[in-house]
């Protein structure tokens, strides 16, 4: 087991000093920062100057060095926009996304289980194939163009629900949050919908199959045979065993929230993360850029990591095959 | 191919189910008026001669000066929203089937050589795949478009990038298993060159799964490709795909012009869903086993 994490280890940082390479080599090659921050009759010198103090002077190779070692210090530059350190801004903003995210998985657990339990339990009632058929527009339909027609529908014709911003947020252990006060509830709705309709469709058809394979099998059966009530054999019986599969599903596919609120929260002017990255790619903020996509491998390479590991906790043959790939 | 398929009577299969069979031919005429799109709209909207200021926003249904309707309304260049779709409609499948055929391609090619020679060829290339498979495809995107900058060729170079790893993996998983049937044995016993037994005789064998990825993908490459224009990383202006359409009508959503946005949206969605249905009974008729 320990050779196992130390080589799960070693690939993980691997795979973030590659794409670190991938990232820093890329957003070189956007464009040339300085036509945009600078005046246009600035002096050559002024440029020089400029240049020199955001060390866009020096070789890429040593600017990519440079970007390592204080990336190891947790320091990945200076906004040029904002002038402020490029972490900080994006951790900044951090919450916003984390709660967005937080609330889509929310809204597609809690409807998707019930919703998916009951397509599962009546397939072939009409209430059964709705939700089917429901499920496959929420894979269909593109993330940006639900979150326009609820915009469309919500604020401009029935004026129901804010269509940007984030509201007034209170702070909970010095995290700003909104869905603590009503009117931060109105504004995160449309956003967490717009962002949980794909998920939503997943836990569905995830739930149904579950549920229509667990309910041929005998423990279902021998439930039945004990005499116990049909809501205690589907609660708890089916249900327990469905859960699993829906955790790990919803808990791996919690990085790909996090990179599609890039949409969700561009067309909401949702303050997080995504919105910041789009803002920063017009505008050709590179240490912005390189910072996000640093920290969004960061976490995908750790939530990766720590399903492999815990798969590997739970089922002995993943670290055999892992061992014998290797003898 | 073609010829066999008909023969096994999938056709007749496939026709079994209504929905399909609607969805089909209602792809089929999205893609004839997107073919057809020079000689089917009202107006060329990329012809800044006929466009009419004046015209600009109006409502469906509105008469312009000279009489003509514009049934879908117009934009905010006073451009016929229904050409806008039927040309925008062109720009989105020609990215969504170019980049899926070389996506196709090169996957087919990865994968072969994966299944074929094993080994550390197989490791690497069935390592980049798994890597590159547990990001979101919208991120790999977004980090390659901001490398590469816009452009047709660009985003099909990215859409290409996304891709390739899911037909990799098909072809491999198909062709290992398809490896160890006699009739490679057969082959390998004629002694006929590997690139004749992998081209001729493992290919063909490996196709029905990717037909039914590759038909899945291209709604997924629309759809990705329409997110990334909307988000002004895609398409330049001056060939509008849907998405871009959509982009430029959201800065009048608010005002209440909601025909600028909502039109190409819904056309795409009819393209995404169509394609979607198709390929559901594409798998139930060709493999049975995935269903």
């Known amino acids: 087991m320990a050779a196992y994490v130390l080589r799960r280890l070693g690939q993980a940082a691997l795979v973030v000093l590659v794409m670190s390479v991938l990232v820093f080599a890329g957003v070189y090659a956007i464009g040339n920062p300085l036509d945009i921050l600078i005046h246009p009759e600035a002096t050559q010198q002024d440029i020089a100057r400029l240049s020199a103090s955001l060390g866009l002077d020096r070789p890429v190779w040593e600017q990519y060095f440079v970007f390592l070692g204080q990336a190891l210090t947790g320091n990945l530059g200076t906004s040029f926009a904002f002038n402020v350190p490029a972490i900080p801004l994006i951790l900044e903003r951090l919450p916003a996304t984390l709660e967005l995210a937080v609330a889509a998985t929310a809204i597609a657990v809690l409807l998707g289980i019930p919703l998916g339990l009951w397509a599962g339990l009546k397939p ?204 | 191919m073609i010829q066999r398929l008909w023969q096994s009577g999938a056709a007749m299969q496939f026709a079994q189910s209504r929905t399909a069979a609607a969805a089909l031919v209602a792809l089929l005429l999205i893609i004839a008026s997107a073919v057809l799109a020079p000689w089917i709209s009202p107006q060329n909207p990329y012809d800044l001669a006929q466009l009419d200021i004046l015209d600009a926003r109006l409502p469906p249904g509105s008469q312009s000066a000279d009489g003509a309707v514009y049934l879908l309304g117009t934009d905010d260049q006073g451009r016929d929203m229904l050409s806008g779709i039927f040309y925008g409609l062109r720009t989105s499948l020609v990215v969504g089937v170019s980049s899926t055929l070389v996506a196709l391609a090169l996957g087919i090619a990865l994968g072969l050589a994966a299944a074929w020679f094993g080994g550390w060829v197989d490791a690497l290339i069935m390592r980049i795949a798994d890597i590159q498979l547990s990001f979101p495809s919208i991120l790999i995107a977004l980090v390659l478009l901001a490398l590469l900058g816009q452009g047709l060729d660009k985003i099909v170079i990215a859409l290409v990038a996304v891709q390739w790893a899911y037909y990799a993996r098909t072809v491999r998983g198909t062709a ?116």
């Open chain 1, 124 to 327: 072939d009632s009409v209430a059964g194939r709705t939700i089917m058929a429901g499920s496959i527009l929420g894979f269909s339909l593109p993330t940006f163009w639900v979150g326009l027609v609820l915009i469309m529908t919500f604020s401009v014709e029935l004026g129901w629900l804010p269509a940007s911003g984030r509201g007034p947020t209170l702070d909970v252990l010095g995290i700003p949050v909104s869905f603590l006060t009503l009117e931060g509830l109105q504004h995160l709705a449309l956003p967490a919908i717009n962002l949980a309709l794909f998920k939503l469709g997943l836990v569905i058809r995830l739930v149904r199959g579950g549920t229509r394979e667990a309910m041929m099998l005998d423990y279902v059966r021998f439930a039945r045979a004990k005499g116990l009530s049909e809501p205690r054999v589907v609660g708890v019986h089916v249900l327990r065993n469905i859960l699993i599969p829906v955790v790990t599903v919803v808990g791996l596919e919690f990085g790909s929230l996090i990179a599609f609120a890039v949409v969700t929260e561009t067309i909401f002017a949702w303050p997080g993360m995504g919105k910041l990255l789009i803002d920063s790619i017009n505008v050709l903020d590179r240490p912005v850029i390189v910072a996000y996509l640093c920290i969004t491998v960061l976490v995908f390479v750790l939530i990766n990591l720590v399903v492999d590991l815990l798969y590997a906790l739970l089922d002995p043959r993943v670290r055999l095959a892992a061992a014998g790939a290797e003898a």
């Open chain 2, 176 to 291: 290992l298993a398809e490896r160890r049937k006699e009739y490679i044995d057969s082959a390998l016993t004629l002694a006929l060159s590997p690139a004749r037994i992998v081209l001729r005789h493992l290919l063909p064998n490996c196709l029905p799964p990717l037909v039914i990825v590759a038909t899945v993908q291209v709604a997924a490459a629309i759809t990705l490709e329409a997110t990334l224009s909307f988000l002004g990383l895609g398409l330049p202006i001056t060939e509008p795909s849907l998405g871009l359409l959509i982009a430029n009508g959201y800065a009048y959503m608010l005002a209440g012009n909601y025909w600028i946005s909502f039109f190409p949206g819904l056309a795409l969605l009819a393209t995404i869903v169509c394609i979607n249905l198709v390929a559901d009974q594409l798998r139930d008729v060709l493999n049975p086993r995935l269903a």
